[in-house]
């Protein structure tokens, strides 16, 4: 099992930029895939992008593509999300997630996630 725990959420204005962190423990975290989504009021969790288990990978959706990046630290056993030119239609709660099979790729789905952090917000204002 691995423990995940995000910071650096807060509130921003349109076309500013944050970046979210994710802390690990449990599992060897260089032996799994890495993944964000998010999840807005009334919303279903959407996919926001992956990392392979040794960042040579990276995969995003395409509202994000080409304004977040997904980045690790296996030393730091730390993913990060660097989202830049922020829009109001980003206001989420920004989770990371584990993979369950760090072979497997892609890694798009929930169903491809077994362990998830609480959450951090992000409110972007317009």
């Known amino acids: 099992q691995v423990q995940l725990v995000e910071s650096g959420g807060g509130l921003v204005q349109a076309g500013g930029s944050l970046r979210l962190s994710c802390a690990a423990s449990?599992?060897?975290?260089?032996?799994?895939?890495m993944g964000w989504f998010r999840q807005a009021p009334g919303k279903e969790r959407e996919f926001v992008g992956a990392?392979?288990?040794?960042?040579?990978?990276?995969s995003y959706a395409d509202s994000v593509k080409g304004r977040f990046t997904i980045s690790r630290d296996n030393a730091k056993n730390t993913v990060y999300l660097q989202m830049n030119s922020l829009k109001p239609e980003d206001t989420a709660v920004y989770r990371c997630?584990?993979?369950?099979?760090?072979?497997?790729?892609?890694?798009?789905?929930?169903?491809?996630?077994?362990?998830w952090g609480q959450g951090t917000q992000v409110t972007v204002s317009s």
């Open positions: 449990g599992r060897t975290f260089s032996s799994y895939g």
């Open positions: 990392i392979s288990w040794n960042g040579g990978r990276t």
């Open positions: 997630a584990a993979a369950r099979d760090g072979s497997r790729w892609p890694i798009d789905r929930v169903g491809d996630f077994g362990s």
